[in-house]
T-cell receptor, first 113, second 113 residues
């Protein structure tokens, strides 16, 4: 069964460093998303991406965040200068055109120290 | 804006007990409704969905009915198993082509043998 793949599963970084979280969405999907879940809290929408551009972003997704689809398969989330409060589980998700359901990856746990 | 209110947890039940996890929503337009499940150490998996009023979603013995009149989508299972122990998230997409997911806070379910 096709799945969304995220790497790495766990990333530890020092405050102020840049991190790139990587995702390979399901191959025939056209809509891509990043969500995050701070430990013990609800899952929050960060950004959606379609047709090589951001279609919507939340207030969490400030200038420190960026997304990119550098080739036909990868979808990345970059945090330019990490803060302690960026520590969370980051989920990549993708969806097929039409009324398809959204499928999530296993997540990358980001720990900022 | 859209929101999802979910039954507070944690919920602890004995094996073979009847399960109900309440979920109500606020949305404009014609939302689609979802239940996602997060097993320990894993990502989010779609459990079931309903896209219009009076639809019933079902999977793995779980059911939920889209009730527009009460703006609810309660999750039920007639006889739970230890393997159902997980965190359950109610979620919606807003319709009008807006397919980002808005999640509830999650309900942690523990089943005791």
């Amino acid at each position: 069964e096709p799945e969304v793949t995220q790497t790495p599963s766990h990333q530890v970084t020092q405050m102020g460093q840049e991190v790139i979280l990587r995702c390979v969405p399901i191959s025939n999907h056209l809509y891509f998303y990043w969500y995050r879940q701070i430990l013990g809290q609800k899952v929050e929408f960060l950004v959606s991406f379609y047709n090589n551009e951001i279609s919507e972003k939340s207030e969490i997704f400030d200038d420190q965040f960026s997304v990119e689809r550098p080739d036909g398969s990868n979808f990345t989330l970059k945090i330019r200068s990490t803060k302690l409060e960026d520590s969370a589980m980051y989920f990549c998700a993708s969806r097929a055109p039409g009324q398809g359901s959204t499928f999530f990856g296993q997540g990358t746990r980001l720990t900022v120290v | 804006g859209n929101s999802v209110t979910q039954m507070e947890g944690p919920v602890t039940l004995s094996e073979e007990a009847f399960l109900t996890i309440n979920c109500t929503y606020t949305a404009t337009g014609y939302p689609s409704l979802f239940w996602y499940v997060q097993y320990p150490g894993e990502g989010l998996q779609l459990l079931l969905k309903a896209t219009k009023a009076d639809d019933k979603g079902s999977n793995k013995g779980f059911e939920a009915t889209y009730r527009k009149e009460t703006t609810s989508f309660h999750l039920e299972k007639g006889s739970v198993q230890v393997s159902d122990s997980a965190v359950y998230f109610c979620a919606l997409t807003g319709g009008f082509g807006n397919e980002k997911l808005t999640f509830g806070t999650g309900t942690r379910l523990t089943i005791i043998p």
